[in-house]
Structure formats: structure tokens, C-alpha cells
């Protein structure tokens, strides 16, 4: 019995522990990542990020919002207009190189182009990310990328 007793013990102690190293909005936590605010690219695969944020401003009004995913190497998602794949490399932590993009070729109206555009621009610039409560921050020399967590 006291052998069972202490197994129990155990198990609630390795389940109390591994709570603690969950997050509630299925972020990354801290301990997910090795420091607050920065994830790995391994603890961002299989989520779908949605932009909210391009250059510091809204997504326009009447478009569609670009998005990203991780795959180990690979980074997928919606441009705006157009899906698109390329290459990532995570060079230290919260560093990051992207490219080449390659991405389909259709024509959307202007809007959706002009988002698009500036979107790949600043994606293509890519030197870092970071976990900002919520959101997923791209950035580099063109600009920031603010990205939110898709909803099924």
C-alpha cells in the first residue's frame, strides 16, 4: 500500500507541474519557450496565425487578413490574395531568417494586392519574433508584423 500511496503522490506532483507549464490562451508559456516573450519555432508549429497588424497599422477594412504557419523549415499561409511557402530558419532564439517566398500568381483587386505587397515586403525582412501576450511579433528593417492566433 504505501508503495502505491507514494506513486499517487508522484503522478499528482507530475501533473500539478505540467499544469503550471500550460498557458490558458494555448500560447507558449515561459517555460514552453526558455524565456518570457520568446518562443521557439518548434512550440509555434501547427498553429495558424492571422495578421491583425501590418507596419503598425489595422489590416484594411474589406480584406483578407495574410496568414502564417510554421512547419519545422517551412512557413506557409495566405498573402492576402495569394498562399505562399518559403523557407525558415531559426538562427538563435527570437531570431529568424525567412526566404525564399514562392507564392501563386493571381490577380485580386487593389486592395488586397496592395496588403499582399507590403505584407511579403516585410516578411521577406524578417530578423526576429516574439510572443507579445496574445500575438505573434514578426519584425526587421522594413517593419512589424502583429499576428493573432486564428479561430477555427
Known sequence: MRSTGALVAAAACLALAAAGCASRDGAPSAAQSGSAGTPTLATLAGVTWTLVSLGGEPVPQGTRSPTIAFDGARVAGLGGCNRYTGQVQET?????A???IASTKMACPPPAMDVESRFFAILAQATQYRLAGPRL????PAGEL???RATP
Open 92 to 96: 538563435a532564439p527570437g531570431t529568424v
Open 98 to 100: 525567412i526566404g525564399p
Open 137 to 140: 511579433v514578426l519584425s526587421g
Open 146 to 148: 502583429a499576428f493573432e
